[in-house]
């Protein structure tokens, strides 16, 4: 109960009996006479009574009176220390924190706040009775709870300065030899007593705990927390404060080595103790001094102690990079771990899963480890870390338990296709399908919707798809029970019923598999449309363009299966056999290759050779499509290993003396392997450096012989298709300086050289003056990409052939061949220039003046041209956008590039996208807005844009917000947008993030004209302390700083993460 009452006589603290009952009296002048409060005995105020009883300390001695909920609850334990104990058994950990908080901010620490040096020791004699029994009493508390004053809880509550002041006290108590820090490594520890071991211990973890925690998460300071009651000076600077705790922040980070040797010598003491909350005595009213009872301490098990130190220091090692010195304490906590019972632990606050995290990540394999059953999902982690091994088989396994979530598996695709594009995983084509086969049996399996288009997968994806992805159907069904086999039994039939040509490979496949046993003849028959039965031949290809005899047929379905050269040299030796004089590769319409090369093999000698070099070329072809680029290159190298062993077989010396074809398609077959391995670079760019320097050699080697001058050589020039890769390869590795004289190497091939050398000297100008550049060389660059996309008019000179058309190279064959180089350029420079020019071009075309994508070089270009309304602006825009988003692909952190890819399209009306596009330019220059955005990436035209974006998409808050970004703010546009009575964002929840008090006073006017009650809110955020206009430009910016990263950290939340 709390009862009011007249006192005779004023106490500054001190305790009444009043009938034998324990009270406390806070005691105040108010009008003259003497008003006092008594608790009674038994009565703890906490927070949960703060509201009531302050409104009765305002009731009785006026609003603003001074004495507070803090003082009272403070005062009480401080004439009742024994009150504590029991009153710690009822609250949380995190309660206690909150009351350590209060004792220290509560008690006297410094003489003079100002200067953070000037701490007041416990034992100085300096302190206030008072101070001193608060200061002990957060002791008692960090004693309740076994010392855990290192836990995450601590950290987050408890200001850095506070918890220096509860260690230092400690220190103090305990023994005054080590009560000075800076003397602790040079003194003998191992012969400590065991309670002094602790607090020298607590001391040097906290050190290396605090360093570790400033770096990796820099926690921002509350200057609510440096202000207190019982301060020595009643006026705080900030500014010097919070210097001076960044000095004494950088001091104890310069002794954290100091801290970790000591803990190492420490780990050879054999004995520590913890003093308990008994062993703390406060002074006491009648003038006693505090007492610290070394006896009543509770000796710590040796080996929780060391596991404890072990762990610190192999944390603090991983946090230097040290992970061998880590390992090792790592091991040493473990093998002590596992040799006791750790429930009963009272000292020591290391988590097992933990510890075993730490070794796994050293790379440690304990006993436990190994007698605990390894999860397919950790094996499945393992696997991705040694670059995807025997992945495979633990999906096959899951499969069959069904351990690891369906999203794993899918993020494991992601990964490979990363890792594949990023030239880490290397033969990806068929371990890719086939894991996406996998993730398809196990989403059969569990009744999960499809994702995957199963024709990509069985028929495109992997040689015979079909019969693999039976198998693992067969696989996983030893462990069906009734609902699995229902869900696959109803799922293969409802994909064989189809006459596509997945289900005809499923068809014929599920006859030959286990898994018909699951039906009966008569839905076999349904399945098949009685087309055939288990006994019957292999289907015909889709693909022959003739009826052909079923002994041939089925031979022809196998040799357009097949990708085993074995298989098909055989399958066209049978077929030649076979045929009626036609030959092999005539069967089928889908063996496709380039004329240069139809007319080179048509020279060869009708029969196997011909045949094996057309089928193996065609097929090559496909795998390069499918990027099974090993697997094609092989079959390039069986046909040129073919022709060589049928010159050695005709003593011919030189393939040109007796066989030019043969000498000519020999050429060709290096041309076409220097394509795959272009092909192949270009896709997975970027390569590694030896892999790069040999691609380079061939490429020049390759494009050389355009200035050939050897008899053997000058006739057998690459094809455009080459010559389009190899210059777009050695674009892509920089060598610019080679590619610039091959305009006019060969007027034949002039269409293929022009784009590829033009821009090879436009970017080499670029990097060697890139202030002033020579503008006659980009001229010839913005000619070439200007006429392009022309509309070229029928001019009077031109003829029509017999079709009507235009008898020269059309608009659209000009354009697509721009498309076709743009797509394959992979250079940070070269992508700036050609994205700028296209960039210039299209304002140009577009002609919307105040409406312009940005441009990077702008003055690199003409500014007009003469006619902007005689080229196709939307073919501008497509190949622009394709090009930006190709380029972020390969270097997505580039601002540059988002910022282009937000105005394209802003420019076509889709404000949501754009949006998205300009956050993620700040967030990568911002890194992720730990520091501020630079002014050259959020500058005046990009807030109008994200301003206008807000408007069109009548998010009115989030524009006004954004004006206060620009210098000056553009009051107009923000009072019109808070004007709005219905708006699409967050409204007054991001009132927060506003910091112009002139918004903030319009806000509030608006709100009480309206009879609103988000008036508070503004009026709250209108009276904060950082937001006054007298506060030093330092902590102005700072508010302003952190509003700023708040709303733009809100922005990405809806923008990209949503």
Not at 198 to 214: D, E, K, M, P
Not at 278 to 288: K, L, Q
Not at 607 to 632: H, M, V, W
Request: contains cysteine; negative net charge.
């Amino acid at each position: 109960m709390v009862e009011f009452y007249n006192w005779k006589e004023i106490f500054t603290d001190g305790s009444v009996s009043n009938d034998g009952k324990a009270s406390i009296g806070i005691f105040s002048e108010w009008n003259g006479s003497s008003v006092g409060i008594r608790v009674s005995d038994g009565i703890s105020i906490f927070h949960a009574e703060c509201l009531a009883l302050q409104k009765a300390l305002d009731t009785v001695l006026g609003v603003g009176s001074g004495l507070t909920l803090s003082m009272i609850s403070t005062l009480e334990y401080i004439l009742d220390p024994s009150k504590l104990s029991c009153d710690l058994v009822y609250i949380s950990p995190e309660d206690a924190c909150e009351v350590m908080l209060l004792f220290l901010q509560s008690a006297q620490t410094y003489r003079d706040m100002n200067d953070p040096m000037s701490l007041i020791t416990i034992r100085d004699g300096l302190l206030p009775k008072k101070s001193v029994s608060l200061r002990l009493l957060a002791l008692k508390v960090a004693a309740f709870f076994k010392w855990n004053i290192l836990s995450e809880n601590f950290r987050e509550r408890i200001p850095n300065y506070l918890q220096r002041i509860l260690v230092l006290d400690l220190l103090e108590l305990v023994r005054g030899e080590v009560s000075n820090p800076n003397e602790h490594v040079s003194i003998p520890l191992e012969t400590l007593p065991p309670e002094t071991v602790l607090a020298v211990s607590l001391y040097h973890r906290w050190i290396l705990n605090n360093t570790t925690q400033q770096d990796v998460i820099p926690k921002p300071r509350n200057t609510a927390l440096i202000t207190g009651p019982a301060t020595g000076s009643s006026v705080v600077n900030l500014g010097a404060f919070t210097q001076m705790m960044d000095l004494t922040q950088k001091q104890l980070a310069q002794k954290v080595d100091e801290s970790f040797t000591v803990l190492e010598k420490l780990l050879k003491c054999q004995t520590a103790s913890m003093p308990s909350v008994d062993a703390f005595v406060p002074p006491d009213p009648s003038g006693r001094d505090f007492i610290f009872y070394f006896d009543k301490s509770e000796m710590i098990h040796l080996a929780e102690y060391r596991i404890q130190l072990y762990y610190d220091l192999g944390s603090y090692c991983i946090f230097k990079k040290k992970q061998q010195e880590a390992a090792g304490y790592f091991r040493s906590a473990a093998n002590i771990y596992s040799q006791v019972d750790s429930s009963t632990f009272t000292f020591c606050k290391v988590q097992q899963m933990k510890l075993e995290g730490y070794l796994a990540a050293c790379e440690v394999v304990t006993e436990s480890s190994r007698r605990r059953n390894v999860s397919l999902a950790e094996r499945l982690h393992e696997s991705i870390k040694n670059n995807f091994e025997d992945t495979l088989e633990i999906l096959r396994e899951d499969n069959k338990v069904r351990q690891i979530p369906i999203f794993m598996r899918d993020l494991l695709e992601y990964d490979m296709v990363g890792a594949a594009s990023n030239g880490t995983l290397f033969d990806a084509g068929a371990l890719i399908a086939n894991v996406r086969l996998l993730n398809v049996v196990r989403r059969v399996i569990d009744g999960m919707p499809m994702l995957e288009n199963l024709k990509s997968l069985v028929i495109d994806g992997i040689s015979d798809g079909a019969r693999v992805l039976l198998k693992h159907f067969e696989d996983a069904s030893v462990t069906f029970q009734q609902p699995e086999k229902l869900r696959v039994r109803s799922f293969l039939h409802r994909i064989c019923s189809g006459s596509g040509v997945t289900s005809k490979a499923l068809q014929r496949a599920l006859m030959d598999s286990k898994l018909n046993i699951m039906y009966t003849s008569e839905e076999i028959t349904e399945i098949t449309g009685g087309r055939f039965s288990p006994s019957d031949p292999p289907v015909q290809a889709e693909y022959l363009d003739v009826a052909t005899e079923p002994g041939k047929a089925e031979a022809l379905q196998r040799l357009i299966s097949s990708y085993d050269l074995l298989v098909i040299r055989e399958l066209i030796s049978t077929i030649g056999r076979l045929g009626q004089g036609k030959q092999v590769w005539a069967f089928s319409m889908r063996w496709e290759i380039p004329i240069p090369f139809q007319s080179t093999i048509m020279g060869l000698p009708k029969g196997f050779l011909q045949d094996f070099a057309y089928i193996c070329l065609a097929k090559s072809r496909e795998l390069t499509n499918q990027e099974e680029y090993i697997q094609a290159q092989s079959f390039i190298s069986a046909i040129d290993e073919e022709v060589r062993q049928l010159l050695v077989q005709q003593n011919l010396s030189a393939p040109s003396t007796g066989f030019p074809t043969a000498s000519k398609l020999l050429l060709m077959l290096q041309w076409e392997s220097y394509l795959i391995d272009c092909i192949r670079a270009l896709k997975e760019w970027p390569r590694r450096k030896e892999e790069e320097r040999q691609l380079i050699k061939n490429c020049k080697f390759c494009l050389s012989t355009l200035n050939a001058e050897f008899s053997n050589i000058q006739n057998v020039l690459p094809r455009s298709e080459v010559i389009e890769h190899l210059t777009a390869l050695l674009l892509a590795c920089g060598e610019w300086d080679f590619l610039i004289p091959l305009t006019n190497a060969s007027r034949f091939l002039a269409a293929s050289l022009e784009y590829p050398a033009t821009l090879a000297a436009v970017s080499l100008e670029m990097t060697k003056n890139r202030e002033r550049p020579n503008r006659i060389i980009a001229n010839a660059l913005w000619e070439l990409v200007s006429a392009a996309f022309a509309k070229a008019p029928l001019l009077s000179g031109q003829k029509r052939n017999n079709t009507g058309a235009v008898a020269t190279d059309s608009a659209s064959f000009k354009m697509n061949h721009l498309s076709n180089f743009c797509l394959h350029l992979c250079e940070p420079v070269t992508l700036s220039v050609m994205i700028s020019c296209l960039c210039q071009l299209y304002n140009i075309v577009r002609d919307e003046v105040g409406n312009e994508i940005l441009v990077e070089y702008p003055g690199f270009w003409p500014p007009n041209v003469p006619n902007p309304f005689g080229y196709y602006s939307i073919a501008v825009f497509e190949l622009l956008y394709s090009l930006v988003d190709r380029a972020l692909k390969l270097h997505p952190r580039n601002h540059t590039w988002l910022k282009i890819m937000g105005d394209l399209d802003f420019t076509q009306d889709r404000y949501n996208m754009a949006m998205r596009w300009y956050i993620e330019a700040c967030i990568s220059s911002s890194d992720c807005f730990s520091v501020p955005v630079p002014k050259t990436v959020m500058d005046e035209a990009l807030l109008r844009r994200m301003i206008k974006a807000c408007q069109k998409m009548q998010k009115s808050t989030e524009a006004a917000i954004l004006c206060q970004f620009l210098e000056p703010p553009d009051y107009a546009v923000a009072f019109k947008c808070l004007q709005e009575k219905t708006s699409c964002d967050g409204m007054d929840s991001l009132y927060p993030c506003i910091w112009d008090m002139a918004i903030l006073e319009f806000l509030t006017a608006q709100h009480t004209r309206r009879g609103e009650p988000k008036k508070e809110d503004t009026v709250a955020q209108a009276g904060l302390l950082e937001l006054n206009s007298n506060n030093n430009e330092e902590i102005q910016k700072e508010a302003i700083c952190q509003r700023k990263s708040r709303f733009l950290r809100a922005l990405a939340r809806e923008y990209i993460v949503l």
